[in-house]
């Protein structure tokens, strides 16, 4: 199983920090980001890891340089500063012919999380990792679930929303075909560059093509601005601490 990493972004929400290195790069819990989901990555059945980079992609380099455990190797998006992460699976698409995981690259993650992804045992093309909290803001990328099947994924719904996408998701079956034939009429005949990937689930998820694998109980946190930031450092310090785990988001 391969998993791909998409760390083609800058993180301007968090400069200056960001001015040279890459939100990837940045340092929680004594870590970079990119290390910390590599270290939870090979605690799971994953052979391979592709990370698509774009800005300060000689800083990942250096990162993925030595890393001991899965095969790492990373993948170059020239186009980085055009378009969003939909452009970046456009240019990661031939490696995604056989069952793949898709992370995004400031999502961070125990390793029971993938686990879960990866155990589940629905046949779906797509699974959709997701949590539930109280309350979501206008940052989350909410989703509508009906029973196990995802039915919406986006950042501006408001009805039926009853849970967040955490970034995390496993294509097997024909999932990898059909979300690289999408993703590519996103780019040929639509505003692709413009959009998010999880745009295309959301396409795939109203022809009922998505299941969900909820995580609830499980940790995790993603790390868009300082304030997130912060709070990962004490997310990822917990993971040494059974007792004190906690479902985080």
């Known amino acids: 199983m391969k998993a791909i990493i998409l ?15 890459p939100k990837c790069a940045l340092h929680v819990a004594g870590r970079s980001i990119l290390e910390t989901q590599l ?17 300060g992609a000689d800083r990942v380099d250096e990162i993925v340089t030595g890393i001991k ?29 056989e069952p793949f995981v ?12 993938l686990r879960a ?4 045992a629905d046949s779906s093309p797509v699974t959709l990792v997701t949590d539930a909290k ?3 803001d206008d940052d989350d990328m909410k989703v509508v679930v009906e029973g196990d099947r995802l039915r919406r994924v986006g950042k501006q719904l408001s009805e039926g929303v009853n849970g967040e996408s955490i970034g995390m998701m496993l294509f097997r079956g024909a999932g990898p075909q059909v979300f690289r034939a999408t993703v590519e009429k996103a780019m040929r ?17 109203q022809q ?24 990962a450092q004490g997310v990822v310090a917990s993971w040494d601490l059974p007792s004190e785990k906690a479902a985080v988001s």
């Open 117 to 120: 992804l990866l155990s589940s």
């Open 7 to 21: 760390s083609a972004g800058q993180g301007r929400r968090l400069l200056p920090l960001t001015k040279s290195d």
């Open 189 to 205: 005949y639509g505003e692709g560059v413009k959009r998010w990937y999880l745009s295309v689930i959301d396409e795939l998820a």
């Open 102 to 113: 898709l992370i995004n690259g400031d999502t961070l993650f125990e390793s029971e999380i």
């Open 69 to 97: 455990g899965p095969r790492v190797r990373t993948l170059f998006n020239p186009f980085f500063a055009l378009s969003d992460n939909l452009g970046t699976c456009w240019v990661a698409g031939p490696e995604m012919h």
């Open 39 to 55: 270290g939870e990555i090979a605690k799971c059945a994953i052979d391979e890891v592709l990370v698509v980079t774009g800005f």
């Open 134 to 136: 109280g309350s979501y």
């Open 208 to 231: 009922g093509l998505v299941k969900v694998c909820s995580i609830n109980g499980l940790s995790w946190c993603e790390v868009d601005d300082t304030a997130d930031l912060a709070h």
